[in-house]
Each structure stands twice: as C-alpha cells, then as structure tokens.
C-alpha cells in the first residue's frame, strides 16, 4: 500500500509541475503608485449574484480593492437621454496600468454578455477617453452588456480623480450602440466589426480629416479594403458616428498607439493558457506515457505471478 501511495504521489507531483505556478501563487503586491482594483456592481444584482460576481472576477485574491455600486442615475451622467430606472448587472474589475501599455479587455462570462465583445469595450472606452487599464467584465444573468461601459466610467473617475468629457462617454455610448447594430444588421461577424471600427479609427487618429467628406471617404475605403458591404442606411449610421468622433477633443496623436495595442491585448493574459496548444500537448503527453507507465506495471506484476 505505501509503495502504491508513493507511486500516486509522485504522479500527482509530476502533473503538478505542467501546470502554471497559480494555485501557490504569492499574494499580488499592492500597487502603492497606481493604486488597488476598483470592483464595481450592477446596483440590481442579488447578494447571491453579487457574490458570484466576487468569485468569477477573483476579487479574493487580491490584497486591497475599493467597491462601488453603479446605478441607473450613473447611467443619466454618463449617456444622455438615458433612463434612471434602468436595471443594472454588468460589472466589472478595473485595474489601471502604466502609461504606455494600452487597454486589455477580458470578459469572463461570455455566455451572459450577449451582444458587447471585448474589441467593442475597449473601442468604446478609448472613445470616451480611458486608457492603459486592465479591465474584466462579467454578469451573473444574460444581459446585452451596456451598463457595465458605464460601471468602468464611474471606476475610471473614482481611480484617477479626474473627470470624463460627457461629451465623449456619449458618442462612446453610440459607438457600442453602432456596433452592435452592425453585428445584428449585416452577415459579418463581431469580430469584423470591431476590426472595421478600429481600423476607421486608426486613419482617424493618422490623417486627422477636417470634414465630413474627408471621414466619408476614410470609411468607403475600409470598408472597400475589408471587403464589406453595408446598407444605404448602415454605411451612414456609420459615418454620423466616425464624424462625431472627428469632432470630439482628443489627441490623435496618442490614439494611433492606443488602437494599434488594442487587438494584440484582447485576453493576452486570461486567453493564453486556453489556446497555449504545447501547454495541453504536454498534458496529453504527460497521460499517455503515464498509462504505459501503469500498463507496463501490470503487466510486469502479471508476468512474476504466472512465474
């Protein structure tokens, strides 16, 4: 028996050492320049979906967080036109980062955010003027998404002291509303239209045109180099919004940066063990030879028997 609990041991401590470093993690250090998370709730959420909330965004393992409520008379600040009685799920965890390192955007629970994708938080965000933060969202319910756009506003101001242009967190606000449109109006993918806004923005920030037509023409030419089709309608849904964005005060110079980090960031901390194929290969590995392994035993056990 101890020689069998000495074998399993080692095999546990053998699979162990494939498997990142996580569970004996050290407590992550308090950022004493940047500061400690900001962890806000969707002001409807249950204590029960408040706590799961908690747990999927790992609130736990972090030394500090600060923790707010985000609430339909938030959402009247931020969007015009906006109804105070909205209910409100979405929630999200804000960790600011170093200038520089741009927008990394994780949606923990994909199956409750139902139309918003990561690509689309992040263009909207740097729209409405945040950047360099890590940001993850989740719902405890299937929920479209929006509110928690307005959550890590509320987070943004409370983390950095400084105040957001209402302006902008409107035209952010209808930037996910277009995006949304398009993913539901046209036969292309989310993906696609993230892509599509994004790379819009990027001749934006490049070219710095000074009239609609200018943003007209910016627009026909991605689509045309994306090979996409829209409606009369869509097409110009899309060049009203690319024009308030024209329009709006920002420093086109730091926006080319900030875009260009935006698709290479999406999940380039949470997606990479679950697309690391070599990781899983050397988990398949590491079963296949351990079966031979155990195989071979047997069959040795078996050979001295029959001798």
Known sequence: MKKWMSIIAAVLLGFITLIPGQAFAAP???????GVPIVVYGAN???????????????????EVDEIIVSG???VKYISNSNPNARMYSSAKITREEDGKGLTVSIVTPE??????SEMY????????????????AAPKPVTGHSALVGIYKAYEVKTGETLDIERTDVANEELY???????????????????LTEIKKQIAEIDPQTREEVEQIVTDQLSKLQ???SDADRQMLIDLMDRIRQLDIDFSKWADQLSN?????????????????????VKNFFSKLIETISSWFSSSEEQEAN
Do not use: C, P
């Open 112 to 117: 409750n955010i139902t139309e918003v994708t």
């Open 228 to 230: 996409i089709e829209l």
């Open 73 to 75: 008379q938030d959402l």
């Open 262 to 282: 935006i698709s290479s960031k999406i999940e380039e901390k949470f997606g990479n063990l679950l697309h690391d194929e070599g990781f899983w290969e050397k």
């Open 178 to 196: 277009v995006a949304t449109e398009l993913a539901d109006n046209t036969n292309i993918s989310d993906e696609q239209v993230a892509q599509l």
């Open 45 to 63: 959420l249950s204590e029960s979906e408040k706590e799961m909330i908690r747990e999927v965004l790992r609130v736990d393992e972090e030394q």
């Open 28 to 34: 992550k250090a308090i950022n004493e320049k940047l």
């Open 122 to 137: 992040a263009n909207a965000m740097l729209t409405a003027g945040l950047e360099d933060a890590m940001v993850e969202v």
